[in-house]
């Protein structure tokens, strides 16, 4: 089963809205990742974070390591259509390449 | 650099017949991921090999599931038989596996239906 808490579970908002999703676990991870995935389609990974506090971004998104390593954020500035899509954040512990996922974020943008 | 690649995109199956699904990593990585995936929820991870060993297969279902990754390159994971509920999608995902960059890239996956 999922081993990350990942909410809100969907979102609904207005096209140039900004956007704030979150991933926490009681487990400590040595990597975040965070993926959307398009309808009929494979994850597609967008941020990767290496170090506690590290703050990432990659045009409007920008994600967070969490200082207790035991979680992460990820916002998206001024959204458009094209954000719409299911988001996911991705944990992989210390010295070992298991990698566990939250039940995604579903965001649904109204032009 | 060619992604990861999964075939077949879509199978449709009657239960109880086996199936089997291809995965070809992305050259150079390490680490292999075979996850489940049902509608609405995240990936499950069923496998994953470090070069050709299974290093964890605690959530594989080993009456009916089975996997081989030969060579430590392509993996094929195998259903037999399959049942109503093993309808979902199955994605294949690699990494460098080498300790730091540890980022894993999907293929599209497989979209299996048992009727």
């Known amino acids: 089963g999922q081993q990350l808490n990942q909410s809100p579970q969907s979102m609904f908002i207005q096209e140039g809205e900004d956007v704030s999703m979150n991933c926490t676990s009681s487990s400590i991870f040595n990597t975040w990742l965070w993926y959307k995935q398009d309808p009929g389609e494979g994850p597609v990974l967008l941020i990767a974070?290496?170090?506690?506090?590290e703050l990432t971004s990659n045009g409007r998104l920008t994600a967070q390591f969490g200082i207790t390593r035991k979680d992460s954020f990820l916002n998206i500035s001024a959204s458009i259509p094209s954000d719409v899509g299911i988001y996911f954040c991705?944990?992989?512990?210390?010295?070992?390449?298991?990698?566990?996922f939250g039940a995604g974020t579903r965001l649904t943008v109204k032009p | 650099e060619a992604g990861v690649v999964q075939s077949p995109r879509y199978k449709i199956i009657e239960k109880k017949q086996p199936v089997a699904f291809w995965c070809n990593p992305i050259?150079?990585?390490?680490?292999l991921y075979w996850y489940l995936q049902n509608l609405g929820q995240g990936p499950e991870l069923l496998i994953r090999y470090e070069n050709e060993e299974a290093v964890d297969d605690s959530q594989l279902p080993k009456d009916r599931f089975s996997a081989e990754r030969l060579k430590g390159v392509d993996s094929t994971l195998k259903i037999q038989p399959a049942e109503l509920g093993d309808s979902a999608v199955y994605l294949c995902?690699?990494?460098?596996?080498?300790?730091?960059?540890?980022?894993?890239?999907f293929g599209q996956g497989t979209r299996l239906t048992v009727v």
């Open positions: 050259s150079g990585h390490n680490t």
């Open positions: 991705a944990g992989i512990r210390y010295n070992n390449n298991d990698m566990r």
């Open positions: 995902a690699s990494s460098r596996g080498d300790g730091f960059y540890t980022e894993a890239f």
């Open positions: 974070l290496y170090k506690a506090g």
